[in-house]
């Protein structure tokens, strides 16, 4: 069983920067995909970066080139490094651990609320 708790978010400006953590107990982290949603009011959760077991990322068309997805196997933690946010990145981030390597959440933490204003 792995649980996740994430920490970081709350209100900045248009062009700031935030950096998200969650920090992960049970399981053995280090092979778990790591992953990063959002669930913005009326939409659907949607994927916003991914960090394999081996640090391989991939990212959201809409955040590629402002946010950056990291791991420290040795503290258990991943990290969203948020910059030139928008007022669309506006949503409740969610810290999700894969089955092993897998894709998607199997695990997922409570949610940290992001809210940039205009």
């Known amino acids: 069983q792995v649980q996740l708790v994430e920490s970081g978010g709350g209100l900045v400006q248009a062009g700031g920067s935030l950096r998200l953590s969650c920090a992960a107990s049970?399981?053995?982290?280090?092979?778990?995909?790591m992953t990063w949603y959002r669930q913005a009011p009326g939409k659907q959760r949607e994927l916003v970066a991914r960090?394999?077991?081996?640090?391989?990322?991939s990212y959201a068309d809409s955040v590629k080139g402002r946010f950056t997805i990291s791991r420290d196997n040795a503290k258990k933690m991943v990290y969203l490094q948020m910059n030139s946010l928008k007022p669309e990145d506006t949503a409740v981030y969610y810290c999700?651990?894969?089955?092993?390597?897998?894709?998607?959440?199997?695990?997922w933490g409570q949610g940290t609320q992001v809210t940039v204003s205009s």
């Open positions: 049970g399981g053995i982290f280090s092979l778990n995909a």
């Open positions: 960090i394999s077991s081996e640090g391989s990322t």
């Open positions: 999700g651990a894969a089955k092993g390597n897998g894709f998607g959440a199997f695990y």
